[in-house]
């Protein structure tokens, strides 16, 4: 832990590298730079993640991670351990499942607090038995996080009811209304001017990944009922993702694809009515840029939407459901007063996402893991409709969740544990649900064939299928020497000591190697 009198030294990871996730860490990085702090992030190249750290004056290490969880994942962990240990940091930060997987597969150097913000739960986008797996991963690695940071009343919610047991805070996804402000009718006409689109057509328009969990395909499939309708109105897709090319393939009247942009406002001020089809997210940023905008919401049911469109600043329809998103687009096309009444009490609503109180939070919450006494501002707490049900202390003064006893170290796991009993399913989790709160825990088989931990509290050694255990090394890594061999292992070999090996991490920051001893500083550094 460093000295007080110490800038606080952060070290945020990121995979995805673009999209929302990108702008908020973007936004906490810049923030938190602005406070003194030795910020750092850890990402992919590519995307617009790097330069946004660029941008705010921030490094990036190049931690070339991919998306989803596969064979290389345990070498991502070692490769992030390693980068980790050479940063120092007072506190580390993973953003979205992917980085919360990868670091805290192992345990981390010793002292150094971990946030874990998942932006969405892993589960949701699961299906089947991986759906099983990723809800036994979060509650196991639970305990492997100081805080569990929350962007909205939903998705907290939606942990509590997985099970997942730990530090929970909610720290609501804000919007900078410096940047996003009410576009009255002479900045639509303007905005569609440089995007070359009618003046007076009727425009729904759709901003985010083109992915399944955007669900555009729902979108273009409810869109021929809309044109039916209202035959002059356009529907502008805005982004770029894996299902593109196939919903290019299905030609509808009046779609319009765009490339990814990174600036939206000029979409959503051209906008008389925008559509977020999504099948499940955490708080959508584009939701509230759309509320600052001043421009009418339809949206799914789901939480993190439901939880922005509120009555009277649009609609919120079924997932899954074209008709009923049909039904809502053409009810305010149709009829744009509408949309104009819902625009204007948008703009009015998003003075309660600001992005100041997002950053100022999640600055306090980032003082407290770090040991230096922080508190989340007084006078924002909010009793959740359903905490008593849940079980859940809504701590007065302070919107700060924290779920009481079970589950954390040595609290055990009611029901069970993960796996359901002694050998769950499959043996997904070895030795599931043993801690001091539960004596009867089984040892089922490992996820190597063999038997779960007899450490203490037996849940220490049990991790889902698939995941390299701690002191367990892919074939072809060397763990570094001394000390950090086996159950720590933290590095890999590489040519030259290249980004496997530790040195330069993909020409972007120079990390010790392992004979060296070194403090890093990377390019741009405050310090």
Not at 166 to 194: I, K, Y
Not at 218 to 238: F, H, M, T, Y
Not at 257 to 274: G, Q
Not at 426 to 445: E, H, K, S, T, W
Request: aromatic residues 4%; proline residues 9%; neutral net charge.
């Amino acid at each position: 832990m460093a000295d007080a009198a110490e800038p606080l030294r952060v070290l945020h990871v990121s995979q995805p590298n673009g999209g929302g996730v990108a702008v908020y860490v973007g936004q906490a990085v810049t923030d938190q730079r602005r406070r003194g702090w030795d910020v750092a992030v850890a990402c992919p190249p590519g995307g617009d993640l790097p330069a946004r750290c660029a941008a705010a004056g921030v490094p990036w290490f190049n931690w070339d991670a991919g998306r989803a969880p596969g064979p290389r994942t345990p070498l991502e962990a070692l490769r992030l351990r390693r980068l980790i240990k050479g940063f120092r940091p007072d506190a580390v930060h993973l953003h979205s499942s992917k980085a919360g997987l990868a670091g805290r597969l192992l345990r981390l150097p010793a002292g150094v607090p971990v946030i874990f913000q998942p932006h969405g739960w892993s589960w949701l986008a699961a299906t089947g038995r991986q759906d099983a797996v990723s809800r036994r991963w979060e509650r196991f690695a639970a305990r492997r996080a100081d805080a569990l940071v929350c962007v909205g009343e939903g998705e907290l919610r939606a942990g509590m009811r997985a099970g997942v047991r730990g530090p929970f805070r909610l720290v609501r996804n804000g919007v900078d209304r410096r940047r996003f402000g009410p576009a009255d009718a002479s900045a639509r006409l303007a905005a569609r001017t440089r995007l070359g689109l009618p003046a007076a057509a009727p425009l729904a328009v759709c901003v985010g990944r083109v992915t399944r969990q955007k669900a555009q395909d729902v979108l273009v499939a409810a869109w021929p009922a809309v044109a039916a309708r209202c035959p002059s109105a356009l529907l502008a897709i805005v982004g770029d993702g894996e299902d593109l090319d196939a919903l290019r393939r299905r030609p509808a009247p009046g779609v319009r694809f765009v490339a990814a942009v990174r600036d939206p406002r000029d979409w959503l001020a051209a906008a008389n009515v925008v559509v977020l089809p999504s099948r499940w997210e955490g708080l959508p940023l584009t939701a509230l840029e759309a509320l600052a905008t001043g421009r009418s919401l339809v949206g799914t049911d789901i939480p993190g939407i439901a939880e922005v469109v509120r009555p009277g600043l649009g609609a919120l329809v079924p997932a899954d459901d074209p008709g009923a998103l049909a039904e809502a687009m053409a009810a305010r096309l149709l009829f744009p007063g509408v949309a104009e009444r819902e625009g204007r009490a948008a703009a009015e609503a998003a003075a309660a996402y600001d992005i100041d109180e997002t950053v100022a939070r999640l600055a306090a919450v980032t003082l407290e893991v770090a040991g230096r006494g922080g508190t989340v501002p007084d006078g924002v707490a909010r009793e959740l409709a359903e905490a008593e049900d849940l079980g859940v202390d809504v701590l007065a003064g302070a919107e700060v969740l924290a779920m009481s006893g079970a589950g954390r170290a040595g609290g055990g796991f009611p029901g069970g544990g993960f796996a359901g009993g002694p050998g769950g399913p499959g043996g997904v989790l070895a030795g599931a649900g043993a801690g001091a709160g539960a004596p009867d825990a089984g040892a089922g088989p490992g996820p190597a064939g063999g038997t779960a931990s007899e450490a203490p509290g037996g849940i220490e050694g049990a991790v889902p299928e698939g995941v390299v255990p701690e002191g367990a090394v892919p074939e072809g890594v060397v763990p570094e020497g001394g000390a950090d061999c086996g159950a720590n292992a933290g590095g890999a070999a590489g040519p030259g000591g290249g980004a496997e090996g530790g040195g330069a991490m993909g020409g972007v920051a120079t990390l010790p190697d392992s004979a060296g001893g070194g403090a890093v500083t990377p390019p741009n550094s405050s310090r």
